[in-house]
């Protein structure tokens, strides 16, 4: 007699963080980055077209979350790791798309410095790295994806990020050529993954890459 396994039918939880974070040093100054938040948005309204359950951990921007999403706004990096973390364990695939800042001033002073008391030099501490963490607590049965934008060694750089941060996939974006990256509409990525694959797309448009991401991370 043969023992028929019958496995669930489960809905997939993904995980995608988006946008810039803010690093304040009053209440009304911030150190930051341009992210649009427009790559994560993508990712996260494609994720919601395959069925996917989909929390979007979000740092400011402009955009309207995808209907269905489950939205989290944040602002600053620590407040993007905590709930980054609170959704993690549940989630199968993790896609950090956001442009989180790596230093944070040391002091958020409690009121507006005044312009003749504005310091010359200012002191910043780092900020913990919110991958760095989940790649060293994932499950085999998690997908974890990083994004890496830059300007040189593109693939050298990725590739170090890719190892250090125990990832599954690092996307690549190569922000030196015009109209590519922060802010633009569309993208120009090359995908690397743990087992050494390496799958170029060329100048596109950021939705048509997140459909090209998913169909090669759920293969
Ligand atoms: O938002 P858009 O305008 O559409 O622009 C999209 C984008 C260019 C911001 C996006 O495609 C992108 O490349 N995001 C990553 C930006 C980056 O350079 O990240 P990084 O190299 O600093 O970090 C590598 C990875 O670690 C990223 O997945 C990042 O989310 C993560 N990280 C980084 C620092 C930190 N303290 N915590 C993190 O989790």
């Known amino acids: 007699m043969s023992l028929l396994i019958v496995k669930m039918n489960k809905q997939m939880r993904c995980l995608i963080s988006a946008g810039p974070t803010r690093e304040w040093l009053d209440p009304v100054r911030f150190i930051s980055n ?28 402009s955009l309207e979350a995808p209907p269905g999403v489950f939205l989290v706004n944040v602002e ?8 980054v973390n609170e959704c993690f364990s549940g989630a199968d695939i993790i896609i950090m798309t956001a442009a989180v800042c790596d230093h944070r001033p040391e002091t958020n002073h409690q009121n507006k410095i005044k312009k003749d008391q504005f310091p010359s030099t200012m002191t ?32 050298e750089n990725a590739k170090n990020k890719l190892v250090e941060k125990k990832l599954d996939w690092i996307i690549m974006n190569d922000i030196s050529k015009e109209n590519t990256g922060f802010q633009s509409d569309f993208n120009r990525i090359t995908m690397l993954s743990a087992q050494n694959e390496s799958i170029e797309f060329g100048f596109e448009k950021k939705e048509f890459l997140a459909k090209k991401i998913f169909d090669v991370i759920c293969r």
């Open 34 to 61: 341009p992210s649009s938040g427009k790559m994560g948005y993508s990712m996260a309204s494609e994720g919601i077209s395959r069925g996917m359950h989909v929390d979007l951990v979000s740092g400011p921007t």
């Open 76 to 83: 600053t990096a620590l407040e993007m790791e905590n709930e």
């Open 124 to 155: 910043f501490i780092p900020n913990p790295d919110i991958l760095l963490g989940l790649g060293h607590k994932k499950v085999d049965s998690q997908v974890l994806v990083g994004f890496a934008a830059e300007t040189e060694n593109h693939l």
